[in-house]
T-cell receptor, first 116, second 112 residues
């Protein structure tokens, strides 16, 4: 597609429910990132995928969070048993390369999650 | 460990006035530095980047930034702000691998 596409754009859920957030990166981009943007907290790194390599999951805040990337393209971030502190905007970004100097990050518009 | 500080949470300027947004970083070697802008309801867009060489870099939308190693700073400037510049601005640093560290952002308000 023309840009990074994320869905849903807004999600309101009840505490304890599971949610799935989807990211469709720019075609051909091998690197894919998930970030969490909370008020006043900046962008918090969650997970990084590069091609067929094992992902860097070091930023996932708890075992309730998981992500997968199928076929090297679309990625899904899953949050199980959501808590109110999970409320944030979840941003996806893709890049043509995992090497910073070789590729620019392109961001989606984000998925705003509200946990009641 | 790498870190980025944006000391100003909010800045308000009048349209046509000059702008400077501050960014300080902590990193042992020469970092890769970036400024991104996030307009309301939009994703982040790259304004400019510094990898090496000339310490004054030009970006899109009339923005520029200067890398000052002695001050560990990478401040963003624009000589004349337009109302459409109202947005949130993020400074970021990277060691050159795939990891980026973002600052907490500065929200810019432009008065007509």
């Amino acid at each position: 597609g023309a840009g990074v596409s994320q869905s849903p754009s807004n999600k309101v859920t009840e505490k304890g429910k599971d949610v799935e957030l989807r990211c469709d990166p720019i075609s051909g981009h091998t690197a894919l990132y998930w970030y969490r943007q909370s008020l006043g907290q900046g962008l918090e790194f969650l997970i990084y995928f590069q091609g067929n390599s094992a992902p860097d999951k070091s930023g996932l805040p708890s075992d309730r969070f998981s992500a997968e990337r199928t076929g090297g393209s679309v990625s899904t971030l899953t949050i199980q048993r959501t808590q109110q502190e999970d409320s944030a905007v979840y941003l996806c970004a893709s890049s043509a390369s995992g090497v910073v100097k070789a590729g620019e990050l392109f961001f989606g518009e984000g998925s705003r999650l509200t946990v009641l | 460990a790498q870190s980025v500080t944006q000391p100003d949470i909010h800045i308000t300027v009048s349209e046509g006035a000059s702008l400077e947004l501050r960014c300080n970083y902590s990193y042992g070697a020469t970092p890769y530095l970036f400024w991104y802008v996030q307009s309301p309801g939009q994703g982040l867009q790259l304004l400019l980047k510094y990898f090496s060489g000339d310490t004054l870099v030009q970006g899109i939308k009339g923005f520029e930034a200067e890398f000052k190693r002695s001050q560990s700073s990478f401040n963003l400037r624009k000589p004349s702000v337009h109302w459409s510049d109202a947005a949130e601005y993020f400074c970021a640093v990277s060691s050159g691998t795939y990891k980026y560290i973002f600052g907490t952002g500065t929200r810019l308000k432009v008065l007509a």
